[in-house]
């Protein structure tokens, strides 16, 4: 089996991203617990390693963006940058001491539990086998990069590269280039390039509601404040909080009294600018923004998706309509027929020379957890079980999984708070379960078949009254239009919900 195999830990984590490195701040702050990290890369930080293209922020503020544990008060600016992110997940992956836990160059082919030994046994590629009494999966959702499926694509003769494997090495400069899909990757690299390409064609299948980026640096004065008040800092953050909330009133339909009570409070104050609904706020915004930055009505029809607001993410940017009113800019919206030599031709005849192509088409948002495979009691297999769709327990435990745990699972995506909010709900959920196993002296936890379907068929009822439900195609849900990554609820819903675990609904041995 290999030489690691006759240590058991208590915790194997997978992945030194987000969720790794938060599930291990908490089991070293509990230190009762041993534990062990594997990671593929040779260094943490998960996606916001991975991803390097140009123009890679977040469109989540930066003081809400981090952990509760570790707030920072040297953000650049309101929105991080990927390279500010991860420089922060290394600051804290050293400020806490959670690099020796670490191994690194280790990725994982399939953790399989061991029902005689009651434990999981982890294998990576290179022949080596640990073992845990807990498994939890730090993977995320937003790791596989979409490609999209066009007739001549392998016989394209230029170059070409996925946003998410952005060649550095490729010089741009005086090229045509296409880019396939205007997704929010496409929509920060596109305005990066724009100056430096000959002609840049993009291709788009759908367009998106884009709404202006309140953005600005911070200054040495702010940071010194946030540095040095931490009742400021704390207010400071839970200010973002609160904005991030209220927007879930955009996305849902039918709310309790209390809160149609504080809608109709707030559409009084906003009558005067004729806004009714937050919907209508976010609307009008992203209708501003075209008004005022594109003034080719033409290109206006080709930008107005004709689909509810929030159906998809909304993207918030301020340079993108000004890239793609270029004059080596062009906007083709015919669908692509195929690609011939160094030639896209789309369906209405238009052949399009080009030199290098990317993919801005996005992830496999509803592959979780792949490419590493699960396997659980009577060998059954977690691909098996989410073969319809992946659906999990508040978004962490699947039935016949014992003592697996997933961060960052099917339906706990947002589309309004922080995601490392959620995810430290969901590791406080862990911890919980963890403390109530060796508390008691238990070989596992496993969630029962009817509290799974009982939660996820109020789960998906609750998804219906959502504007996530509606007739447009996302990375929300799958083919057969089954939501399974965004949450129904304000993150406070899910938050308290986490904090209160119903054992009754967990089968213990």
């Given at each position: 089996?290999?030489?690691?195999?006759?240590?058991?830990?208590?915790?194997?984590?997978?992945?030194?991203?987000?969720?790794?490195?938060?599930?291990?701040?908490?089991?070293?702050?509990?230190?009762?617990?041993?534990?062990?990290?594997?990671?593929?890369?040779?260094?943490?930080?998960?996606?916001?390693?991975?991803?390097?293209?140009?123009?890679?922020?977040?469109?989540?503020?930066?003081?809400?963006?981090?952990?509760?544990?570790?707030?920072?008060?040297?953000?650049?600016?309101?929105?991080?940058?990927?390279?500010?992110?991860?420089?922060?997940?290394?600051?804290?992956?050293?400020?806490?001491?959670?690099?020796?836990?670490?191994?690194?160059?280790?990725?994982?082919?399939?953790?399989?539990?061991?029902?005689?030994?009651?434990?999981?046994?982890?294998?990576?590629f290179n022949g080596e086998v640990f073992r845990s009494r807990s498994l939890v999966s730090g993977l995320g959702q937003l790791n596989k990069p979409k490609y999209p499926e066009i007739n001549g694509l392998k016989?394209?003769?230029?170059?070409?590269?996925?946003?998410?494997?952005?060649?550095?090495?490729?010089?741009?400069?005086?090229?045509?280039?296409?880019?396939?899909?205007?997704?929010?990757?496409?929509?920060?690299?596109?305005?990066?390039?724009?100056?430096?390409?000959?002609?840049?064609?993009?291709?788009?299948?759908?367009?998106?509601?884009?709404?202006?980026?309140?953005?600005?640096?911070?200054?040495?004065?702010?940071?010194?404040?946030?540095?040095?008040?931490?009742?400021?800092?704390?207010?400071?953050?839970?200010?973002?909080?609160?904005?991030?909330?209220?927007?879930?009133?955009?996305?849902?339909?039918?709310?309790?009294?209390?809160?149609?009570?504080?809608?109709?409070?707030?559409?009084?104050?906003?009558?005067?600018?004729?806004?009714?609904?937050?919907?209508?706020?976010?609307?009008?915004?992203?209708?501003?923004?075209?008004?005022?930055?594109?003034?080719?009505?033409?290109?206006?029809?080709?930008?107005?998706?004709?689909?509810?607001?929030?159906?998809?993410?909304?993207?918030?940017?301020?340079?993108?309509?000004?890239?793609?009113?270029?004059?080596?800019?062009?906007?083709?919206?015919?669908?692509?027929?195929?690609?011939?030599?160094?030639?896209?031709?789309?369906?209405?005849?238009?052949?399009?020379?080009?030199?290098?192509?990317?993919?801005?088409?996005?992830?496999?948002?509803?592959?979780f957890i792949s490419p590493v495979k699960i396997i659980g009691l009577n060998e059954i297999k977690l691909d098996d079980v989410w073969s319809n769709g992946a659906e999990a327990y508040r978004g962490v435990m699947?039935?016949?999984?014992?003592?697996?745990?997933?961060?960052?699972?099917?339906?706990?995506?947002?589309?309004?708070?922080?995601?490392?909010?959620?995810?430290?709900?969901?590791?406080?959920?862990?911890?919980?379960?963890?403390?109530?196993?060796?508390?008691?002296?238990?070989?596992?936890?496993d969630v029962k078949n009817t509290a799974m379907e009982s939660y996820n068929n109020k789960l998906q009822k609750k998804l219906g009254e959502t504007v996530w439900a509606s007739n447009c195609g996302s990375w929300?849900?799958?083919?057969?239009?089954?939501?399974?990554?965004?949450?129904?609820?304000?993150?406070?819903?899910?938050?308290?919900?986490?904090?209160?675990?119903?054992?009754?609904?967990?089968?213990?041995?």
């Open positions: 089996m290999g030489s690691n195999s006759n240590t058991i830990y208590d915790i194997i984590i997978l992945g030194a991203g987000v969720s790794g490195i938060g599930m291990a701040h908490s089991l070293l702050k509990k230190k009762d617990q041993t534990f062990l990290i594997l990671e593929k890369n040779d260094g943490v930080g998960g996606t916001w390693r991975n991803n390097t293209y140009p123009g890679l922020c977040c469109d989540v503020p930066s003081h809400f963006y981090s952990y509760s544990f570790s707030m920072n008060p040297n953000w650049s600016k309101t929105f991080p940058e990927q390279y500010e992110i991860l420089q922060y997940l290394e600051n804290v992956t050293d400020k806490f001491k959670i690099r020796p836990h670490i191994k690194f160059n280790s990725e994982v082919k399939e953790s399989k539990y061991n029902q005689k030994d009651k434990c999981w046994e982890t294998y990576l016989d394209f003769n230029g170059h070409n590269f996925h946003s998410a494997q952005w060649d550095h090495n490729y010089n741009l400069e005086g090229k045509k280039v296409a880019v396939i899909g205007n997704g929010p990757s496409a929509i920060g690299f596109i305005p990066k390039i724009a100056g430096k390409v000959e002609k840049l064609t993009i291709f788009q299948r759908s367009n998106n509601w884009i709404v202006p980026k309140p953005d600005r640096p911070y200054g040495s004065f702010e940071k010194f404040c946030l540095r040095n008040i931490p009742l400021l800092a704390r207010m400071y953050r839970f200010y973002f909080y609160l904005t991030q909330e209220r927007n879930y009133l955009a996305f849902y339909y039918k709310h309790s009294k209390t809160v149609k009570i504080l809608e109709k409070v707030v559409s009084a104050i906003l009558t005067k600018f004729k806004l009714f609904r937050f919907e209508d706020v976010y609307k009008a915004g992203a209708l501003m923004l075209i008004d005022e930055q594109i003034s080719d009505e033409k290109l206006k029809k080709k930008l107005i998706p004709d689909y509810p607001i929030g159906c998809k993410r909304i993207i918030p940017t301020n340079d993108y309509y000004p890239a793609i009113c270029r004059d080596n800019v062009y906007l083709e919206t015919s669908l692509i027929d195929k690609i011939e030599g160094n030639q896209i031709i789309t369906r209405d005849g238009n052949h399009h020379e080009v030199d290098a192509i990317i993919f801005g088409t996005g992830f496999e948002a509803n592959i699947v039935p016949n999984f014992p003592n697996f745990y997933i961060c960052y699972g099917p339906n706990t995506n947002t589309g309004h708070v922080s995601i490392i909010y959620m995810i430290e709900s969901q590791i406080m959920f862990i911890m919980k379960c963890l403390r109530y196993l060796k508390n008691n002296k238990l070989n596992y936890l929300y849900k799958t083919e057969e239009g089954k939501i399974i990554n965004n949450y129904p609820g304000y993150g406070t819903e899910y938050y308290f919900m986490m904090s209160r675990p119903n054992y009754n609904e967990l089968n213990a041995e």
